[in-house]
């Protein structure tokens, strides 16, 4: 398994969360945050580009969530702040191997998936 996302829970609304993802491979051009809530299609949330630390927000969170990433322990993170019930869903990591190229937001354009993690936000 290349990617393992950890992090989520059960939180009231206005609170806060910090999901993890552990990459096994260290040759990513870009790594993302991807949700699904039940019924929907997985959205976009937040991307990091590897070589300039470029970050994208989708304008649900922007200015809530923060995308970062530790390079000495290959872990990807995203800070989730002000959360509220319509963020609720289950958060996929994912990455890119091959060199980036734009359309950070399409779920087709990533190579690889973490297996998700919950989160609810309760009201």
């Known amino acids: 398994v290349q990617l393992q996302a950890s992090g989520g829970g059960l939180v009231q609304a206005g609170g806060s969360l910090r999901l993890s993802c552990a990459a096994s491979?260290?040759?990513?051009?870009?790594m993302g945050w991807f949700r699904q809530a039940p019924g929907k299609e997985r959205e976009f949330v937040a991307a990091?580009?590897?070589?300039?630390?470029?970050?994208y927000y989708a304008g649900s969170v922007k200015s809530r969530f923060t995308i970062s990433r530790d390079n000495d322990n290959n872990t990807l993170y995203l800070q989730m702040n002000s959360l509220n019930p319509e963020d609720t869903a289950v958060y996929y990591c994912?990455?890119?191997?091959?060199?980036?190229?734009?359309?950070?937001?399409?779920?087709?354009?990533?190579?690889?998936w973490g297996q998700g993690t919950q989160v609810t936000v309760s009201s």
């Open positions: 994912a990455a890119r191997y091959t060199s980036y190229s734009g359309n950070y937001w399409r779920t087709d354009y990533y190579d690889d």
């Open positions: 491979r260290r040759a990513f051009s870009i």
């Open positions: 990091i580009k590897r070589a300039n630390s470029m970050t």
